[in-house]
């Protein structure tokens, strides 16, 4: 079972649609991780979220964390072909373990 | 400095082979990782060295021997692997503690033949 459970798994949209990703889990963490990950490179980190309730923006993408610290979302506003990638949500379970959800794959088509 | 590096980029190595990747990190991050990714499947946690102690195994195959010759160097010795071990091996580091912000290098793509 996964602990970070990541929804939807893969998504296709058209150009100038918005999206939302999800990020769920039955435990409590204290911050979580975004990241994108083009292919055949490595996660590149978004975003932190640390305080439950938390709110943060990154141009067109807003991340949200929920207020008991178990689930964030994402939140992409008019997407663009360049947002294309997989996006992983991360946790630290306990002393360093990232764990990251299953990913959720995006293409975005102009 | 926000770069891990890691070396090589690609590697095509026979089961008999024995190889090492590497990793490197001058951001004074005292928490490296070694994960591995199969094709669109998320990374899967194989090591973590906290302070140059080995801290986590997530049950890796004793094949895969990993190093942590300094705080800034990571290596991960490879030995008599099959071709399911085939995979994009990943390196990252953080500062360590909680919340934890992890940086990752570009991978290794491992081919076994």
């Known amino acids: 079972t996964q602990l970070l459970e990541q929804s939807p798994q893969f998504l296709s949209i058209q150009e100038g649609e918005n999206l939302t990703v999800y990020c769920n889990s039955s435990?409590?963490?204290?911050?979580l991780q975004w990241y994108r990950q083009e292919p055949g490179e490595g996660p590149v980190l978004l975003v932190t979220?640390?305080?439950?309730?938390e709110v943060k923006k990154l141009k067109r993408l807003t991340f949200q964390f929920g207020d008991a610290r178990k689930d964030s979302s994402l939140h992409i506003t008019a997407a663009q072909p360049g947002d294309t990638g997989l996006y992983l949500c991360?946790?630290?379970?306990?002393?360093?373990?990232?764990?990251f959800g299953a990913g959720t794959i995006l293409r975005v088509k102009s | 400095d926000t770069e891990v590096t890691q070396t090589p980029k690609h590697l095509v190595m026979g089961m008999t082979n024995k190889k090492s990747l590497k990793c490197e990190q001058h951001m004074g991050h005292r928490a490296m990782y070694w994960y591995k990714q199969k094709a669109k499947k998320p990374p899967e946690l194989m090591f973590v060295?906290?302070?140059?102690?080995?801290?986590i195994n997530e049950s890796v195959p004793s094949r895969f021997s990993p190093e942590c010759p300094n705080s800034s160097l990571l290596n991960l010795h490879l030995h008599a692997l099959q071709p399911e071990d085939s995979a994009l091996y990943l390196c990252?580091?953080?500062?360590?503690?909680?919340?934890?912000?992890?940086?990752f290098g570009q991978g290794t793509r491992l081919t076994v033949v």
């Open positions: 990252a580091s953080s500062r360590g503690g909680p919340n934890t912000e992890a940086f």
């Open positions: 060295y906290s302070y140059e102690k080995l801290s």
């Open positions: 991360a946790g630290d379970q306990y002393g360093n373990k990232l764990v």
């Open positions: 435990s409590v963490f204290s911050s």
């Open positions: 979220v640390v305080t439950g309730g």
